[in-house]
């Protein structure tokens, strides 16, 4: 199997590519109807997603915690994130919604202390740049003549100071316990696409990548116990890593399974726009009810009706490419 | 407080009321504590016997153990039941 090649950014938006990224082929996978309202129609519900702008805003958090190295700006970085969300999460930790503004402080303040003096350091461009947040976007395949790229985004790239190798890490946030979490490292598509991206785009051969889990308890802060524990937060059980590798052979397999989705996929696409068909098939209730419930519960319970749709849901396409523009400027 | 869009707030005053409120939650925090101790030296929790009831020695004086003398402690045991 050849290995995707590096198209510019330019060229791919003149050209007119189709892109796909890891959460629309998992979307896709998991049931079809979400995938068409999410990817296809780009709904996104005007009531805030709570675990997705929390999730994001410790991201951000970390990942300046990465850049800088300054726990402060990191807090500050998270803080603002949900500002900018216009997010309406609660800032006590007592509140009854365990996602709370104070909640994510300590945990942030908490991973710094909980990974101090790890092995690793963040790897740097020849130009210095800190490989943090990295969007990436590389051909392979084409449809009918148009090239389909695949896009992403890594969260951090580590040089170990021990064997001067580079390491991938994939930050979680999880309300399900850490060891839990650490179990889904492999077989996972996600790590399998990073070591590829890290191959093509940075020529980096990755050493291996990590699972970084941060648990988001509901934890109350303890009268009694240490000063993590007074702020609600476990130092010890909160966090947790798990190495795991990727072979030749695993980014082959996951190839595999990549393109014969995207191809079957697209021939859905095909059908929707050439109007034989109004919507793709759902999975239910296999897929309806898991994590709390889908986003687009009442679009399908009511058929697609038109009136909830216009109030219960905004556009918001997913433009992978704009940020990679940037990014190339 | 769950309705409030933090887009109406800075950063610094965000962070600000997290502090106030870990550190009312810490004053508070030691308050409970010294009470505790407080109650504790002055009134003692009793002691729950096996059978559920409850019962403590608040004094003994010196007539009630002479006259305890030379008895059998059967006698003492039936007293303290």
Same mark, same amino acid.
């Given at each position: 199997?050849t290995?995707?090649q590096?198209?510019?950014?330019?060229?791919?938006?003149?050209?007119? !590519?189709?892109f796909?990224?890891?959460?629309?082929?998992?979307?896709?996978?998991?049931?079809?109807?979400?995938? &068409?309202?999410?990817?296809?129609?780009?709904?996104?519900?005007?009531?805030e997603?709570?675990?997705?702008?929390?999730?994001?805003?410790?991201?951000?958090?970390?990942?300046?915690?990465?850049?800088?190295?300054?726990?402060?700006?990191? !807090?500050?970085?998270?803080?603002?994130?949900? +500002?900018d969300?216009?997010?309406?999460?609660?800032?006590?930790?007592?509140?009854?919604?365990?996602?709370?503004?104070? &909640?994510?402080e300590?945990?942030i303040?908490?991973?710094?202390?909980? @990974?101090?003096?790890?092995?690793?350091?963040?790897?740097r461009?020849?130009?210095?740049?800190?490989?943090c947040? +990295?969007?990436?976007?590389?051909y392979?395949?084409?449809?009918?003549?148009?090239?389909?790229? /695949?896009?992403?985004?890594?969260? @951090?790239?580590?040089?170990?100071?021990?064997?001067?190798?580079?390491?991938q890490?994939d930050?979680?946030?999880?309300?399900?316990?850490?060891?839990?979490? /650490?179990?889904q490292?492999r077989?996972n598509?996600?790590?399998?696409?990073?070591?590829?991206?890290?191959?093509?785009?940075?020529?980096?051969?990755?050493?291996?990548?990590?699972?970084?889990? !941060?648990?988001?308890?509901?934890?109350?802060?303890?009268?009694?116990?240490?000063?993590w524990?007074?702020?609600?937060?476990d130092?010890?059980?909160?966090?947790?890593?798990?190495?795991?590798?990727?072979?030749?052979?695993?980014i082959?397999?996951?190839m595999?399974?990549?393109?014969?989705?995207t191809?079957?996929?697209?021939?859905?696409?095909?059908r929707?726009?050439?109007?034989?068909?109004?919507?793709w098939?759902? %999975?239910?209730?296999?897929?309806c009810f898991?994590?709390?419930?889908?986003?687009?519960?009442?679009?399908?319970?009511?058929n697609? %009706?038109? %009136?909830?749709?216009?109030? %219960?849901?905004?556009?918001?396409? @997913? /433009?992978? @490419?704009?940020?990679?523009?940037?990014?190339?400027? | 407080?769950?309705? *409030?869009?933090?887009?109406?707030?800075?950063?610094?005053?965000i962070?600000?009321e997290?502090? =106030? =409120? #870990?550190?009312?939650?810490?004053?508070?925090? *030691?308050?409970? =504590?010294?009470?505790?101790? *407080?109650?504790g030296? #002055?009134?003692?929790?009793?002691?729950?016997?096996?059978?559920?009831?409850?019962?403590?020695?608040?004094?003994?004086?010196?007539?009630? =153990?002479?006259?305890?003398?030379?008895?059998?402690?059967?006698?003492?045991?039936?007293?303290?039941?």
């Open positions: 199997m290995l995707p590096i198209v510019p950014i330019d060229h791919a938006v003149k050209e007119d !590519v189709l796909i990224d890891f959460s629309t082929y998992s979307t896709y996978s998991m049931c079809k109807e979400k995938d &068409r309202l999410a990817h296809i129609l780009h709904l996104r519900p005007v009531i997603e709570k675990p997705l702008s929390y999730g994001h805003a410790i991201h951000a958090g970390i990942a300046e915690l990465r850049r800088k190295g300054d726990i402060d700006a990191a !807090v500050q970085a998270y803080v603002q994130d949900l +500002i969300a216009g997010s309406s999460l609660p800032i006590s930790i007592e509140d009854d919604e365990r996602r709370s503004v104070e &909640r994510g300590a945990l303040r908490a991973y710094a202390q909980r @990974w101090h003096g790890e092995p690793y350091e963040v790897y461009g020849s130009d210095g740049e800190p490989y947040e +990295i969007g990436f976007a590389m392979f395949m084409d449809w009918h003549g148009r090239p389909v790229m /695949l896009a992403g985004r890594m969260d @951090w790239i580590a040089r170990s100071t021990i064997d001067q190798r580079a390491y890490f930050l979680k946030t999880t309300t399900s316990n850490v060891p839990q979490q /650490l179990k490292v077989p598509h996600q790590f399998t696409i990073y070591t590829l991206a890290a191959k093509t785009i940075l020529s980096l051969d990755l050493a291996g990548s990590y699972m970084d889990v !941060v648990y988001i308890s509901d934890r109350k802060p303890a009268v009694k116990g240490g000063p524990m007074q702020l609600g937060v130092i010890d059980k909160d966090f947790g890593r798990q190495p795991t590798h990727r072979s030749a052979t695993d082959d397999e996951m595999f399974d990549l393109i014969e989705t191809r079957e996929r697209l021939t859905w696409q095909d929707l726009e050439s109007g034989e068909i109004s919507r098939p759902r %999975n239910a209730p296999g897929a898991q994590y709390g419930g889908c986003r687009y519960l009442d679009i399908c319970s009511t697609c %009706n038109p %009136n909830i749709i216009a109030t %219960n849901y905004v556009i918001k396409p @997913w /433009l992978p @490419w704009q940020e990679l523009v940037k990014k190339e400027v | 407080m769950t309705d *409030e869009r933090l887009t109406e707030r800075s950063t610094t005053d962070l600000a997290i502090e =106030l =409120l #870990r550190a009312r939650r810490a004053v508070a925090r *030691e308050r409970r =504590l010294v009470s505790t101790s *407080e109650r030296a #002055r009134d003692p929790k009793p002691r729950v016997g096996s059978h559920g009831k409850r019962w403590r020695v608040e004094s003994v004086d010196d007539d009630f =153990l002479s006259g305890l003398e030379g008895g059998e402690d059967e006698d003492l045991n039936k007293l303290l039941e």
